[in-house]
């Protein structure tokens, strides 16, 4: 439907707040008795205008810190309101109890609230443990800085950021471990600062491998592709599906969901398995005929 327009690191340190929300209600008309899922509940900005709406929303989100932001809303909306933890890739299943659903909505990326804690590990502008995961579980950022051989890791840092100085950062980066692991976020920036330079006025240059290595721990491009496959399963006929993204590569994943004859496939994929197939193609269901959006 869209991109997001926030930056990518948010000096506030307040709950989440939601973008593009009129075009998501104008999207979705949730007029009371509605059911919609949102898929990435975060701070609950959006479920709170639907269920303001009238709607009956089931609200997923993976990342455990959210669960005081639900409790809230659950206790303002107790008849409207589910909260599951899990993920949205998986949301036909989580949601399949409270059918027939009428409208799926994602949010895709990071809220503010995990760029500004440090201790999450989001943020190069923020000192903290190299960690990224949402779930809190899996393999963390550290864990891929610190053990990818050096073209795998190069490999990560250009399909999935984009940037095209990977294989330098990646050997600086192999070279500063051999001293000791990297643990911290200001350890890696400073080492891709060395590696590249930076330019006054341009972006910060660890703001592409950090992405990079943020979507390859959360398995982010996996989780779109297979989100939108199980939005589909589940939404009834006639239902609306709403994606906000906030970069190109997801949103080459979503066009070409919405339109497989005319959107290219997305550059390089997923890195699941890193270190057995490092960044692979995407594992991209098959389906009978093309969806269209209604
Ligand atoms: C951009 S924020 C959403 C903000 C929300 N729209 C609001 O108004 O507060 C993205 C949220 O989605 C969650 N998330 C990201 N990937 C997810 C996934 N695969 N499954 C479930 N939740 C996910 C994140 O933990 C985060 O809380």
Redesign the pocket.
């Known amino acids: 439907m869209g991109k ?1 327009s926030v930056p990518e690191t948010s000096q506030n340190a307040g ?5 593009l ?1 009129d075009e998501v209600l104008a999207a979705l008309a949730p007029l009371e008795g509605k059911r919609i899922v ?11 205008a639907l269920l303001q709406a009238g709607a009956h929303v089931v609200a ?4 455990p810190s ?1 669960r005081p ?1 639900a409790d809230a809303l659950t206790a303002e909306f107790p008849a409207q309101l589910t909260f599951v933890p ?4 998986e949301l036909d299943t989580l949601a399949a109890e409270h059918g027939p659903i009428d409208g799926v ?1 994602l ?5 503010s ?2 760029l500004d804690e440090a201790e999450r590990g989001f943020s190069f502008m923020r000192d903290g443990p190299l960690d990224m995961r ?2 809190g579980e899996g393999e963390s950022a550290a864990d891929l800085v610190n053990g990818l051989e050096v073209e795998a890791l190069a490999n990560l840092l250009y399909a999935f950021g984009e940037e095209r100085k990977s294989r330098r950062i990646a050997q600086f980066i192999v070279a500063a471990r051999e001293t000791a692991p990297i643990q911290t976020t200001l350890e890696l920036a400073r080492i891709i600062e060395k590696s590249i330079g930076r330019k006054p006025g341009d972006a910060h240059p660890a703001t592409r491998s950090f992405r990079a290595l943020r979507i390859a721990v ?3 491009f996996d ?2 592709v297979e ?1 939108l496959f199980a939005a589909e399963r589940l939404l009834s006929a006639g239902g609306k599906l709403v994606v ?1 993204t ?1 970069h190109s590569l997801e949103d080459r994943i979503v066009k070409r969901f919405f339109d497989p004859e005319k959107a290219a496939p997305p550059s390089r994929g997923t890195c699941r398995r890193l270190r057995a197939r490092p960044c692979a193609g995407p594992t991209w269901p098959r389906r009978a005929s093309p969806a269209r959006p209604s």
């Open positions: 997001r709950p989440h707040i939601p973008v929300l949102d898929g990435t509940f975060g701070a609950g900005g959006y479920s709170r997923i989100d993976r990342d959210v932001f899990g993920t949205f890739s909505v949010d895709i990326g990071v809220s609230m995990q949402m779930s959360n398995g982010e989780q779109l989100g906000i906030f």
